[in-house]
């Protein structure tokens, strides 16, 4: 997985009725777009540290690359 | 208050090629509910007991299947930098109980919600023991608040 600064990352709920979780990457700390992910979600407008999972995908905004 | 300043406990853990099993020795020796999955050195995701119940003995999951078949993905962390309110806002907002603490990527400690708990106790104890000195013991410079008697 790789991600640049300003694309969205999406983690869909895991259970019925749980909302997906989408989040903007702020900064990129690993190495060649790798993670983990300096993230500020949507929902509450805060900034987190993701280290993702396979549960979670990334829209290339800034048309630097695919979805991975 | 700066998260450093709270018990962090020093992280536990293991690889994801470790059997269930593995990881629930290492619970019981280390004296943990939860451990971080780690791929060399970068974590990949988080495993706690009840995960081990639930997902594994409930499903007939395999004992010496491997625990990152286990484990929550998607590990929501917080830098040693940031402070007891963005902590807080963390455990609200994405409803999970422990969050792993990093210093430059390398995972350094976990804090529970337990652990806040704890240590919000142990503040309001502190406050209690304040007010019941106050009361108790009234300070003189209070004298001069005493209502003052009606000639």
């Known amino acids: 997985m790789f991600a640049h600064v300003g694309d969205e990352l999406i983690i869909e709920g895991h259970r019925v009725g749980e909302p997906r979780r989408v989040g903007k990457v702020e900064e990129v700390r690993g190495d060649d777009g790798g993670p983990p992910y300096l993230v500020r979600w949507d929902d509450s407008g805060r900034s987190t540290l993701l280290f993702p999972g396979a549960d979670c995908r990334i829209e290339h905004l800034t048309g630097a690359g695919k979805d991975s | 208050m700066n998260i450093s300043d709270l018990a962090v406990r020093a992280p536990v853990v293991i690889g994801g090629d470790a059997t269930v099993a593995e990881t629930a020795a290492l619970m019981t020796t280390a004296g943990v509910g939860c451990v971080i999955v780690v791929d060399a050195e970068t974590p990949v995701g988080i495993v706690t007991d009840r995960d081990i119940v639930t997902r594994g003995v409930a499903q007939q999951y395999p004992i010496d299947g491997r625990i990152d078949g286990l484990m ?20 609200r907002d994405h409803a999970i109980r422990r969050v792993p603490i990093v210093d430059h990527d390398r995972v350094v400690g976990i804090v529970s919600l337990d652990d806040l708990m704890v240590f919000a106790t142990e503040q309001l104890a502190d406050v209690s023991k304040v007010l019941a000195g106050q009361i108790m013991f009234p300070h003189a410079g209070d004298e001069a608040l005493a209502p003052v008697p009606a000639s």
């Open chain 2, 72 to 91: 929550s993905m998607g590990l929501i962390a917080l830098d040693v930098g940031r402070d007891f309110d963005d902590l807080l806002h963390v455990f």
